[in-house]
């Protein structure tokens, strides 16, 4: 049966030096064809399988990455216009982020400072206040307490203390990046570094947001690693992502602690002595870009954009992620809008259907081997950086009582 897979359109238009830029990453991934390999790391990486396992490890990752780095919990498009709110929970940490009337952004807990209910339901939507539905206080959008319910029986207490509890946050690139922990300096210019220039070529900010499902799998690095490779693309996606990508074949670069993966698209094969103003790079290369600790962003150059978070889940064997699809325009009638929905379809059949159904396989076998190690290949740079990046965040914050990964050498 021949397999229907999403048409790769061109979405963002490039001015001279941008379109210079990508096609000189067509350049790497063409001469990589060529040359039938991929860019590769300097060694092999041996992984301690016990790293997935173990509880204590589970909570220090949540404590020590998720709770200390800034994450991209929200995409400009999400908080459209004012008073617009997104609700998520994050590593067991409810929060809101809010967009005020006079379009700033803020990001608190979603608990209510009066019994701990949450304020807000998950998901987005439009509101001039967040109202818990336990007790009917009110909070406007910054978070700032607007009214309890039954006051003249209350009793009195200060209210300008009983706002909801503020996280640090931060706009930027169509991104809104929060930290978890109250009152933690959060230096994004720092935090992105190389990467940001990479982020606003992609001008999310233009982008419209089409639709969002959450998506149960597997541990949460089992998850992760699977968009950090084109390894499996032949084996396990032989009808999907292999009827358009090459397999096995990536220009990768490190941003930092971030990274991107270019995988060869199956044009860039046959572009013969096409001319190089001819080409067109969003059918040639198919750019990942990825935010430590798990946020992917792929076809950033094409009119259909796959978001997807990865989180932890409540025990080491969950996460749950956030998948998101965004359009360069809104679609304008009933073509476009089916057109986008195969494209959400597609993403999601793929992900869960064949990455996290087999990622459970994965997290099914590995306590047969908890003394035992994985080993990454040198082919595998991605999932490598992967693993570096957590060892060197969690060593950089680490505190007691929490454990650190083990290493190959433990």
């Known amino acids: 049966m021949t397999a229907v897979v999403p048409e790769y359109v061109s979405g963002l238009e490039l001015d001279l030096a941008e379109r210079e830029e990508v096609l000189t990453l067509v350049d790497r991934v063409r001469a990589l064809v060529a040359a039938k390999t991929t860019d590769q790391a300097e060694d092999t ?10 509880p204590a490890l589970f909570e220090a990752e949540k404590a020590l990455l998720f709770r200390r780095v800034p994450l991209p919990l929200a995409l400009s498009c999400e908080l459209v216009g004012p008073n617009s709110y997104k609700a998520i929970e994050v590593a067991g940490t409810p929060v809101v982020i809010t967009r005020d009337a006079q379009g700033a952004v803020h990001a608190m807990l979603n608990v209510c400072r ?13 509101s001039r206040t967040l109202t818990c539905p336990y007790h009917a206080w009110s909070y406007r959008m910054d978070g700032s307490l607007a009214g309890v319910y039954g006051a003249s029986t209350f009793g009195e207490f200060d209210a300008s203390r009983r706002g909801l509890v503020q996280l640090p946050v931060e706009e930027r690139h169509g991104l809104v990046f929060v930290c978890l922990t109250p009152g933690a300096p959060m230096d994004l210019d720092t935090w ?3 990467v940001g220039p990479v982020l606003a070529s992609l001008r999310l900010e233009e982008t419209h947001h089409f639709s969002t499902r959450m998506m149960p799998g597997p541990n949460w690095k089992v998850a992760v690693e699977g968009y950090l490779e084109g390894y499996h693309f032949a084996s ?8 358009t990508n090459l397999s096995n074949t990536a220009a990768w670069d490190a941003f930092g602690w971030h990274q991107r993966n270019a995988f060869a698209l199956r044009p860039v094969a046959d572009l013969g002595d096409t001319p190089r103003e001819q080409w067109d790079p969003a059918t040639l290369v198919g750019p990942i870009v990825w935010l430590f600790p798990g946020f992917a962003i ?3 150059l094409r009119d259909r954009i796959a978001v997807a978070f990865p989180l932890p889940g409540a025990t ?12 360069r325009t809104p679609p304008s009638d009933d073509r476009e809008r089916e057109e986008a929905e195969f494209a959400r379809d597609w993403f999601y059949d793929v992900t869960y259907g064949e990455d996290y ?10 306590p047969a081997m908890e003394q035992e190690t ?3 290949g040198r082919n595998e740079p991605g999932v490598q950086h992967l693993h570096r990046a957590i060892n060197a965040v969690m060593a950089e914050n680490a505190r007691p009582p929490y454990p650190l990964p083990r290493t190959a050498q433990d």
């Open 45 to 54: 990486w041996v992984e301690p399988v016990a790293n997935y396992l173990d």
């Open 114 to 126: 009066h019994r701990g209910a949450e304020v807000c339901p998950a998901g987005t939507g439009r």
């Open 192 to 194: 992105l570094a190389d």
């Open 236 to 243: 396990l996606h032989t009808n999907t992502v292999f009827k």
């Open 298 to 300: 792929a076809g950033g």
């Open 316 to 327: 080491p064997t969950e996460s749950m992620t956030e998948q998101r699809i965004l359009t």
């Open 357 to 366: 159904l087999t990622g459970y396989g994965v997290q099914r076998g590995i």
């Open 374 to 376: 994985m080993i990454f």
